[in-house]
Nanobody, 123 residues
Framework: QVRLVESGGGLVQAGGSLRLSCAAS????????MGWFRQAPGKEREFVGR????????YYADSVKGRFTITRDNAKSTVSLQMNSLKPEDTAVYYC????????????????WGQGTQVTDSS
């Protein structure tokens, strides 16, 4: 099992940017499909995006496509979520996710979760 620790959440005004990071320990990071989900109050956890374990290809939810970018550094066992042009509806707890080899989009398909980091619109 891999341990995931997120950082970088906080208050941000609409239109602003924020960068979240997730540090992984345990397991072979380069073999994990790393991703991000978010959960707003009263709503279900939803998929934000993921980055593959091999070629590093990315896939995003339509709601964040063109605004959010996921990158990974296998040497440091970290994955980042760069969020630009933030909107009030992006306010949520953001969770780092991992699963070895297999792509996912549903929370039920994720094997390991971080504890979450809060992103809040301060407008």
């Amino acid at each position: 099992q891999v341990r995931l620790v997120e950082s970088g959440g906080g208050l941000v005004q609409a239109g602003g940017s924020l960068r979240l990071s997730c540090a992984a320990s345990g397991g072979t990071f380069s073999e994990f499909v790393m991703g991000w989900f978010r959960q707003a109050p009263g709503k279900e956890r939803e998929f934000v995006g993921r980055i593959s374990w091999g070629c590093g290809s990315t896939y995003y939810a339509d709601s964040v496509k063109g605004r959010f970018t996921i990158t990974r550094d296998n040497a440091k066992s970290t994955v980042s979520l760069q969020m630009n042009s933030l909107k009030p509806e992006d306010t949520a707890v953001y969770y780092c996710a991992a699963r070895d080899y297999r792509d996912y989009r549903s929370p039920s398909e994720v094997r390991d979760w971080g504890q979450g980091t809060q992103v809040t619109d301060s407008s």
